[in-house]
């Protein structure tokens, strides 16, 4: 079997190759409290040299609450052209904007959101419950991870399962980064949530439907000219090659201190390598 071989580069070595840029947002742009070093530069100098950033995340939360804060952090106004979120692609599903017919009013909804936010429902007419045994959908849209255990989403979600109701998961992340370091994401609640016997459907990377949707958005035509930037290989680049386009891992974010061997295993195990990996997201010179 040909294995084949990954590109040591940084941002300068890529621009000439592609055109369109897919780019995540945590563990490559920042870590939730602060951009990382020569982020802010290096995005606005993608924009400059006329390609097309698309930032492309994994977040439950639709895309305005995250450009506000993509600009809280410092990053440029116009350093990205588009910003896609699973929360964004969730809501218009939701709210009927694509080719489903989606939420029938009133559906009762036990919503899992991170910092309480409301984004991925709002303008929905959906009645919120908190009780799980009356939820007819359950959106998880984040963790709190850092906040509670996991045994406490297994009681909040127990009687949802129980009760048949499907759990959308707008976030498949199974790690998050906090300020306290690494925790568990709304992707390993929501295969708790299976365990536990309930139906889960995946919105967000690795997963085909944000791909095709981001595409459509910015209306490609040729994937070789398409690059996708991520921190995971699980998502990022799994869900570029799944789609078709190129895959750059970045070495910080949640995997910054694995050595080359935990590298090699976590390729094997996901049956993906990435085209090209960089230290960090900047320019050599930022």
């Known amino acids: 079997m040909t294995v084949h071989s990954i590109e040591a580069a940084d941002l300068s070595s890529l621009v000439g190759r592609y055109d369109v840029f897919f780019v995540d947002q945590f ?4 870590d939730g409290h602060r ?3 020569g982020a802010v530069e290096a995005l606005a100098r993608l924009k400059a040299a006329g390609k097309t950033v698309v930032l492309l995340s994994n977040s439950g939360r639709r895309a305005r609450p995250n450009e506000e804060r993509l600009l809280r952090l410092g990053f440029r106004p116009g350093s990205w052209d588009f910003f896609v979120s699973s929360g964004e692609v969730a809501w218009r599903k939701f709210a009927g904007e694509t080719a489903e017919p989606g939420l029938r009013r009133g559906t009762k909804c036990l919503l ?3 910092e309480n936010d409301r984004s ?6 959906l009645r919120l419950v908190e009780d799980g045994a009356e939820a007819e959908i359950v959106l998880l849209g984040g963790s709190e991870g850092d906040r509670f255990a996991l045994d406490h989403y297994r009681r ?5 399962a129980r009760a048949g109701a499907p759990l959308v998961c707008t976030n498949p992340d199974k790690i998050m980064l906090t300020a306290t370091g690494p925790t568990f994401g709304a992707g390993r609640i929501a295969e708790l949530y299976a365990e536990l016997g309930g139906t889960v459907e995946w919105i967000g990377k690795p997963y085909p439907e944000i791909y095709e949707a981001t595409l459509a958005i910015v209306g490609v035509t040729d994937r070789s000219r398409v690059v996708g930037i991520g921190d995971s290989i699980e998502h990022d680049v799994v869900g570029a090659k799944n789609a078709g386009i190129a895959s750059v891992l970045v070495r910080s974010g949640i995997l910054a ?3 080359q061997a935990g590298l090699e295993a976590l390729y094997r195990r996901y049956g993906a390598r990435p085209d090209h990996v960089v230290t960090r997201f900047a320019f050599a010179d930022g």
């Open 120 to 125: 991925a429902v709002e303008e929905l007419d």
């Open 112 to 114: 899992l959101s991170r």
């Open 35 to 37: 951009a990382y070093p």
């Open 257 to 259: 201190d694995l050595d």
């Open 156 to 160: 909040l979600l127990e009687p949802a």
């Open 27 to 30: 563990g490559v742009l920042h």
